[in-house]
């Protein structure tokens, strides 16, 4: 079966485009032909800097032959109907259409409509075009004469030339002819844009790769990835170093070369004086350059870096190695004087007494001084909850009101949360905004803090996401929690929740930093109260707030707990809207999973189910059931014992879950097991005797209410 090859050959396409780039193609084209009527075995596509490239194998040469019927409306019925049914089926007249008969409808139009297949050249001709006008770029330019026409042609980067060939293995592939803005399709591509700018013939994909690796080009991105990756280690490795592997960068490296060529720059040592994160964000942002360290070394940085340039040297790479260590130089000088720069004092330290003395600031120590300028420049958190001097504030509060309940020093806990916003303000963090947090923990420790206050500034970010790490130390968790309890309850206040797949201010993400951080650490914590008492500096109905707040959590707890493969019925079980520790709901949830895996556990969830049915049944028929079990009124022996079950195992249930031991609250119930079944298998519940029969019901109530105080067993499958 014939085979499809298609290039479409630009200047160069930022290297944050190219995957997405050419994975649009792929589904444009592929849902265009399958549309069309062609199946295909196989669709891959490539990309460099240069060119997005379709390989399609084994494509129809012609899409089938289309016979269908429309069925129309009946012979009687009004003409607006019957034009209707004209436009759709897409006659001239209603003599084109046939009359078929049903023995109950009557006469009915029915249109006969006989599609010819196409060949795939004129498929692929006329879908193209329209992909590529209407491709999806994030951004996109018009060039040459032709930009001033109305609806010319638009590409990410100019657009040179379109190669575009079809056939199979066995013969010679034809040209797919088209024609968009002048740019006509080719057999013709171009190589290496200085070591082989020539064109070159191809004929179909496989000769098409081999030509272009043969005039320095490498179409697949995943092995240029592999070639600057395993150069880069080596190389690192040959001159006493390891190479500090960063996945994002060699992502967008791997796109900004067609021949990778992996050098080695270097600096002076004097610039190792900077925080390694620094050298290392500033040399990957303005460089694109990997960073190493000694060999076997965990932190700590060698003053060499490597750089991936596009082209083989005649000097072996030395002036271009040469110009990128002067250009890294500069960059890293303008980050030591950052660095130094923080560590002094500010100009305008008369001005800042105010907000010191507001948050118990030093005034001789940097990072008080730029916290107490955060403050009183009133930098805004938010348009509707204020700046965020007063957030500070906020979450200085909640911190010590969490601190006993974590566990934390509550002064420790203040001074961090005091501190844990002031490397705003700092140099280094204007300049990368992603050091935010670590910067402060580092002045925090050349200030002198505790250890543990330290940590705090840095960790309360955390965890930014599912695999990040969660915080531990007790100081870090009190402001980490009061940090996103205080964002969360905030916009709450303000109405400004997550809608849809919309979560501007990732509220989402903090919820579950919070889930996260009391279940991964075993903390208990009354959110409801806590709620109530972030709320406080906002006006608004606080308790329909604080529910819906704790829905919102609920429904975060369930994603979680999904993850780490809970069963989704046994945490809609154990949760209630009261529900407001979510430790606790863990708890339940894995004992209620460890109860289920017995025998007792399944015997006795068939046989509250079906007490759980029978009174459902009784109900909605408003059968009469008593108030409360009277032992006067059993009769058999089965009922007796099941009573005495009950009552026992109610009280042991409660007792263990006062305790929060819910491994005991579980085996408390198990006891119900055995006298459940005997009580179905020898009591009719709907005896003859009204008092009997509401007597009976009741105690079935009893047995509904006693396992309801460790789950709702309505709501377990099985």
Same mark, same amino acid.
């Given at each position: ?220 991105? $995943? ?5 600057? !990756? ?5 190389? =690192?490795?040959?001159? @006493? %170093? &390891? /190479? ?97 720069? $923080? ?5 305008? !330290? ?5 907000? =010191?003395?507001?948050? @118990? %600031? &030093? /005034? ?116 980490? %929690? ?237």
């Amino acid at each position: 079966m014939p085979d499809l090859l298609l290039e479409l050959r630009s200047e160069e396409i930022p290297a944050r485009m190219q995957r997405k780039a050419a994975g649009d193609l792929k589904k444009m084209l592929t849902d265009g032909l399958v549309e069309a009527g062609l199946t295909y075995e196989a669709a891959r596509e490539y990309w460099t800097p240069r060119r997005l490239t379709l390989d399609i194998r084994g494509l129809n040469a012609r899409s089938k032959d289309i016979r269908e019927e429309i069925k129309g409306p009946s012979t009687t019925a009004p003409e607006q109907a019957v034009q209707g049914f004209l436009r759709k089926a897409g006659l001239s007249s209603i003599a084109e259409a046939h009359v078929h008969s049903d023995p109950k409808k009557g006469d009915f139009y029915v249109a006969h409509i006989s599609k010819p297949g196409r060949a795939a050249e004129d498929i692929i001709a006329e879908l193209v075009p329209g992909i590529i006008r209407a491709f999806p770029w994030p951004k996109s330019m018009r060039w040459g004469p032709a930009s001033a026409k109305p609806g010319s042609l638009r590409w990410v980067r100019p657009l040179q030339t379109i190669l575009c060939t079809f056939g199979p293995e066995t013969e010679e592939p034809v040209i797919v002819d088209f024609e968009i803005d002048g740019i006509r399709s080719s057999n013709v591509t171009y190589g290496h844009r200085f070591h082989a700018p020539g064109a070159i013939t191809v004929r179909r994909f496989d000769d098409y790769v081999s030509k272009l690796e043969a005039a320095k080009v490498v179409l697949d991105a $995943d092995r240029r990835k592999e070639i600057i !990756l395993a150069d880069a280690r080596n190389l =690192a490795f040959a001159n @006493g %170093l &390891d /190479l500090v592997e960063d996945e994002g960068l060699l992502e967008e490296v791997s796109g900004l070369v067609e021949w990778p060529v992996v050098l080695m720059g270097e600096f002076e040592q004097d610039f190792l004086a900077i925080p390694a994160e620094v050298i290392r964000l500033t040399i990957r942002a303005n460089q694109k350059c990997f960073v190493t360290r000694p060999q076997g070394a965990d932190e700590g940085l060698s003053n060499r870096f490597i750089l991936t340039a596009n082209i083989e040297a005649s000097d072996g790479g030395n002036e271009i190695a040469r110009g990128n260590g002067k250009v890294v130089r500069a960059r890293l000088s303008d980050a030591l004087y950052f660095w130094k720069t $923080d560590q002094g004092d500010l100009p305008d !330290l008369d001005q800042l007494q105010v907000s =010191a003395e507001k948050f @118990g %600031l &030093d /005034l001789t120590k940097p990072l008080d001084q730029r916290m107490a300028r955060l403050d009183h420049l009133g930098v805004t958190f938010h348009a509707k909850l204020g700046t965020q001097g007063e957030r500070v504030g906020r979450i200085k509060r909640l911190a010590e009101e969490l601190a006993p309940t974590v566990g934390a020093d509550a002064a420790l806990a203040r001074r961090a949360a005091v501190l844990a916003k002031a490397d705003l303000t700092t140099e280094v963090v204007g300049e990368f905004p992603e050091l935010q947090g670590a910067m402060g923990r580092k002045y925090a420790l050349l200030q002198g803090e505790h250890p543990s206050v330290a940590a705090a500034i840095e960790e309360h970010y955390k965890p930014q996401g599912p695999s990040d790490y969660v915080p531990s130390d007790p100081v870090s968790v009190a402001v980490a %929690l009061a940090d996103k309890l205080d964002t969360l309850v905030g916009f709450w206040a303000i109405d400004e929740k997550p809608t849809g797949s919309k979560d501007p201010y990732a509220l989402r993400r903090a919820a579950l930093g919070v889930v996260r951080i009391l279940v991964e650490n075993r903390i208990q914590l009354k959110l409801a109260s806590v709620f109530a008492c972030a709320a406080a500096p906002y006006a608004g109905d606080s308790a329909d707030q604080v529910r819906d707040l704790l829905a919102f959590f609920h429904d975060r707890l369930k994603v979680y707990l999904r993850d780490q493969g809970a069963r989704h019925d046994l945490i809609d079980a154990v949760i209630t809207p009261r529900s407001d520790d979510l430790l606790q709901i863990v708890r339940r949830v894995e004992a209620l999973g460890k109860f289920l895996e017995t025998e007792d556990g399944r015997n006795l969830l068939a046989g509250t189910k079906r007490a759980a049915n029978i009174l459902a049944a009784e109900e909605k028929k408003k059968t009469l059931v008593a108030e409360h079990v009277e032992p006067a009124l059993l009769r058999e022996d089965a009922e007796k014992t099941l009573f005495a079950a009950v009552n026992q195992a109610e009280k042991q249930a409660g007792e263990a879950i006062q305790n929060e031991d819910f491994s005991a609250a579980m085996l408390a119930l198990s006891v119900l097991r055995e006298p459940v079944d005997s009580f179905f298998e020898r009591v009719l519940v709907n005896d003859e005797d009204q008092a009997v029969r509401a007597n009976r019901l009741a105690l079935l109530t009893r047995i509904r209410t006693a396992t309801d105080q460790v789950a709702d067993f309505s709501k377990i499958a099985g």
